[in-house]
């Protein structure tokens, strides 16, 4: 590790507790954008929803309680889980401030 990044992970942190963003995904004319947020070891399923709504584009966040040791299983975790938001409440959850 350089100087450089050894500073930065005293003063900054390691990023743990940075969302982890993956490839935006289009289901029934929305953007899922899954980003699981990275806490105590564990990613936690989160991301955002977007859309236009009255010719407006919306983005909607969610966050659920899941939690996944490895990375890719929360992405997948999290793409499931926005389309099943899809599924259930259609484009009207785009008037919703979060989810």
């Known amino acids: 590790?350089?100087?450089?990044?050894?500073?930065?992970?005293?003063?900054?942190?390691?990023?743990?507790?940075?969302?982890?963003?993956?490839?935006?995904?289009?289901?029934?004319?929305?953007?899922?954008?899954?980003?699981?947020i990275?806490?105590?070891?564990?990613?936690?399923?989160?991301?955002?929803?977007?859309?236009?709504r009255n010719g407006e584009v919306r983005r909607v966040r969610f966050i659920r309680a899941d939690q996944h040791g490895d990375q890719q299983a929360a992405i997948d975790h999290s793409l499931a889980k926005a389309r099943q938001i899809i599924d259930e409440q259609g484009a009207a959850l785009l008037d919703k401030s979060h989810l």
């Open 1 to 36: 590790m350089s100087l450089g990044k050894l500073f930065k992970s005293i003063f900054t942190g390691t990023g743990a507790d940075q969302p982890v963003a993956a490839e935006p995904e289009s289901y029934k004319n929305l953007q899922i954008e899954a980003e699981p």
């Open 38 to 52: 990275y806490e105590d070891g564990k990613y936690r399923t989160a991301g955002y929803i977007s859309g236009e």
